[in-house]
Structure formats: structure tokens, C-alpha cells
């Protein structure tokens, strides 16, 4: 069983401790929108939309959670408020994309070479993520190659090699202001000789004119499509969680940029906004595939929805 397999105690601990300020806040926000309740009213469910709103779960999604809740109420008539925390995890499970990833991550490495493009804006954990994420494909026994394609910053390439001598992964490099097409050319090239199982391609961490961006990532995809048709097989956007509807803009502006089809949500640990990973999922309809949950290699974890729901919501 690989690190990334089935969720064991260990990685349980793990989820509940980087989740701990969010709940903390979340129940703490619940126990008041239904303080001196015993059935779930008008009241409960006005007072419940303020709480998922400031939660940082969104607007919309928020707004769909109510009009649900209203619904069963209005079927059932009477429940009781103690009723409310598993009414909120059928919901918030319901809306969330995916079921739970119970296999290990390498069973979803369907192609060969896997390659995964990633995109993101600087300071959101974007080179600690591809670090991590390599560290755990070679413990599983994959090889990786590095393509370190984020030519705008010294330090970025810098970053990179640390992370590949760290971990053991191969790295791909042209230096600062190189281009970053032609370094993804060169990764994809190289993971082809040595016969490489999985590429990690970074990409500059900046959000710029949208049209720029948007050349600049096809460009990217078109030289590596000369090489592996088909590639990228994954553009993995991350996000951090602790900024909150800042990561719902960033989505929104990478989205329109590229075709992302799957998120990573960084330092869940260090805020009480984690109820951004709802809100991501269901308004963007891409799937969120990692949590980073703490420091520690093992902390960027495979997201599983019903683990995320339970330990949030228990």
C-alpha cells in the first residue's frame, strides 16, 4: 500500500488536525444560529445561510445548501436542529465532486507518461505542492521528471532543484528567462528516454493579462502534444485555502485561461476558511484532488470527500 492509498489513522489524524480552525469556527457559528432551537424554522435556516456564507463557502453555493434544507423541512415538517449537523454533510457530500478515492493515486496513472501540468500564482504553495506530489509518486515506486517551465523567476528554478535532489525526482532545466515551452519540450523529450512514468511540468505564478496567459499555457500544451498526444493529462491548479474568495477569483481567472480539471488546496491548516473547497467544487464543477493539510510530506493528502465531510462536520 502506497502513501497515497487508503485512508488510515495516521492520515485521519492528519485531516483533523489541519482542519481544526475551520471547524472550530464553523461550530462555533452553528451553535448560535441555532441557540434556543429544537426544530429547524425559518429563523434556524436564516440564521444557517449567514453562517455557510461567512464560512467562506460562497454565495451561490451557500444559497443552494438552503434551498435544499428548505426543501426536506418543508417534506418532513418537523426536524429537530440536532438533526442538522448530518442533514449538512448528505448536503455538502452531495455537491461535492468525485466519490471517495479510495484506490491509491498511481492506479490513476492511466497513461505513460502521466503528465501533469501546473498552474497557479506565486505564494500559494505551488513549488511545495510539485515537491510533495513527487516525493510521494517515487515512494510509490514511479519515476518523475521535474520541468522546471517557471523561466520568469530565478528563484523558482532554484526551488525546483531543491525539491528533485530532496526527493530524487529528474529535473529539467534551461535556467532564468528560458522558454518555458521549450524546457516543457525538453521534460517531455527526456521522460520519453528514460521512460519515465510521471512529468510535473511548473508553470510562472502569475496572473497577467488573460491573453497572455492564455497563449502562454497553449503554447505549452501544443510542443508537448508534438511528443505525448494528448498532453497534459491533468492542469492542476493550485490554490491556498487561507485566502479565501481570493481563491475563488484566482479559479475563475485560470479557468478561463486554460482548461483545469483538477485543484489543490493548500495550508487548510493554517486558517478557518477551509469551507472554500465546497464552495471551488461545486461552482467551478472541477474536482478537488489534494489537500495540503500541514508541512510534512505526507500532509498533501488525496482528497476523499467523505473523509473531508466527516472530519469537518463531526
Same mark, same amino acid.
Given at each position: 500500500?502506497?502513501?497515497?492509498?487508503?485512508?488510515? +489513522?495516521?492520515?485521519?489524524?492528519?485531516?483533523? +488536525?489541519?482542519?481544526?480552525?475551520? %471547524? &472550530?469556527?464553523?461550530?462555533?457559528?452553528?451553535?448560535?444560529?441555532?441557540?434556543? $432551537?429544537?426544530? *429547524?424554522?425559518?429563523?434556524?435556516?436564516?440564521?444557517?445561510?449567514?453562517?455557510? *456564507?461567512?464560512?467562506?463557502?460562497?454565495?451561490?453555493?451557500?444559497?443552494?445548501?438552503?434551498?435544499?434544507?428548505?426543501?426536506?423541512?418543508?417534506?418532513?415538517?418537523?426536524? &429537530? @436542529?440536532? /438533526?442538522?449537523?448530518?442533514?449538512?454533510?448528505?448536503?455538502?457530500?452531495?455537491?461535492?465532486?468525485?466519490?471517495?478515492?479510495?484506490?491509491?493515486? @498511481?492506479?490513476?496513472?492511466?497513461? $505513460?507518461?502521466?503528465?501533469?501540468?501546473?498552474?497557479?500564482?506565486?505564494?500559494?504553495?505551488? @513549488?511545495?505542492? *510539485?515537491?510533495?506530489?513527487?516525493?510521494?509518486?517515487?515512494?510509490?515506486?514511479?519515476?518523475?521528471? *521535474?520541468?522546471?517551465?517557471?523561466?520568469?523567476?530565478?528563484?523558482?528554478?532554484?526551488?525546483?532543484?531543491?525539491?528533485?535532489?530532496?526527493?530524487?525526482?529528474?529535473?529539467?532545466? &534551461?535556467?532564468?528567462?528560458?522558454?518555458?515551452?521549450?524546457?516543457?519540450?525538453?521534460?517531455?523529450?527526456?521522460?520519453?528516454? %528514460?521512460?519515465?512514468?510521471?512529468?510535473?511540468?511548473?508553470?510562472?505564478?502569475?496572473?497577467?493579462? +488573460?491573453?497572455?496567459?492564455?497563449?502562454?499555457?497553449? %503554447?505549452?500544451? $501544443?510542443?508537448?502534444?508534438?511528443?505525448?498526444?494528448?498532453?497534459?493529462? /491533468?492542469? #492542476?491548479?493550485?490554490?491556498?485555502?487561507?485566502?479565501?474568495?481570493?481563491?475563488?477569483?484566482?479559479?475563475?481567472?485560470?479557468?478561463?485561461?486554460?482548461?483545469?480539471?483538477?485543484?489543490? #488546496?493548500? +495550508? #487548510?491548516?493554517?486558517?478557518?476558511?477551509?469551507?472554500?473547497?465546497?464552495?471551488?467544487?461545486?461552482?467551478?464543477?472541477?474536482?478537488?484532488?489534494?489537500?495540503?493539510?500541514?508541512?510534512?510530506?505526507?500532509?498533501?493528502?488525496?482528497?476523499? %470527500?467523505? /473523509?473531508?465531510?466527516?472530519?469537518?462536520?463531526?
Amino acid at each position: 500500500m502506497g502513501i497515497f492509498g487508503f485512508f488510515n +489513522k495516521e492520515k485521519k489524524e492528519r485531516l483533523n +488536525k489541519g482542519l481544526f480552525s475551520t %471547524k &472550530q469556527s464553523f461550530f462555533s457559528k452553528l451553535s448560535n444560529a441555532i441557540l434556543g $432551537k429544537a426544530t *429547524i424554522d425559518d429563523e434556524v435556516l436564516e440564521n444557517l445561510e449567514e453562517t455557510l *456564507i461567512t464560512s467562506d463557502i460562497g454565495v451561490d453555493t451557500s444559497l443552494k445548501i438552503i434551498e435544499r434544507l428548505k426543501k426536506r423541512v418543508s417534506q418532513q415538517r418537523s426536524i &429537530q @436542529t440536532s /438533526e442538522l449537523q448530518q442533514l449538512l454533510k448528505d448536503e455538502i457530500s452531495n455537491m461535492l465532486l468525485g466519490e471517495g478515492r479510495e484506490s491509491e493515486i @498511481t492506479d490513476q496513472l492511466d497513461k $505513460k507518461p502521466y503528465v501533469i501540468m501546473v498552474v497557479g500564482v506565486n505564494g500559494v504553495g505551488k @513549488t511545495t505542492t *510539485i515537491g510533495k506530489l513527487s516525493h510521494q509518486f517515487i515512494a510509490a515506486g514511479k519515476s518523475v521528471v *521535474i520541468g522546471a517551465a517557471d523561466t520568469f523567476r530565478a528563484a523558482a528554478v532554484d526551488q525546483i532543484k531543491i525539491w528533485c535532489e530532496r526527493t530524487g525526482a529528474s529535473l529539467v532545466s &534551461q535556467g532564468m528567462n528560458a522558454d518555458p515551452a521549450s524546457v516543457a519540450f525538453d521534460t517531455v523529450s527526456s521522460a520519453l528516454a %528514460k521512460d519515465a512514468d510521471v512529468v510535473i511540468i511548473d508553470t510562472a505564478g502569475r496572473l497577467h493579462n +488573460k491573453v497572455n496567459l492564455m497563449n502562454e499555457l497553449t %503554447k505549452i500544451k $501544443k510542443v508537448m502534444q508534438k511528443k505525448i498526444p494528448g498532453a497534459p493529462h /491533468e492542469v #492542476l491548479l493550485v490554490l491556498d485555502a487561507s485566502t479565501g474568495q481570493n481563491a475563488v477569483e484566482q479559479c475563475k481567472q485560470f479557468s478561463a485561461a486554460t482548461e483545469v480539471n483538477a485543484l489543490a #488546496l493548500t +495550508k #487548510l491548516d493554517g486558517t478557518a476558511k477551509g469551507g472554500v473547497v465546497i464552495g471551488l467544487s461545486d461552482s467551478f464543477q472541477i474536482p478537488v484532488k489534494y489537500i495540503g493539510v500541514g508541512e510534512q510530506m505526507e500532509d498533501l493528502q488525496l482528497f476523499d %470527500k467523505k /473523509e473531508f465531510v466527516d472530519s469537518l462536520l463531526s
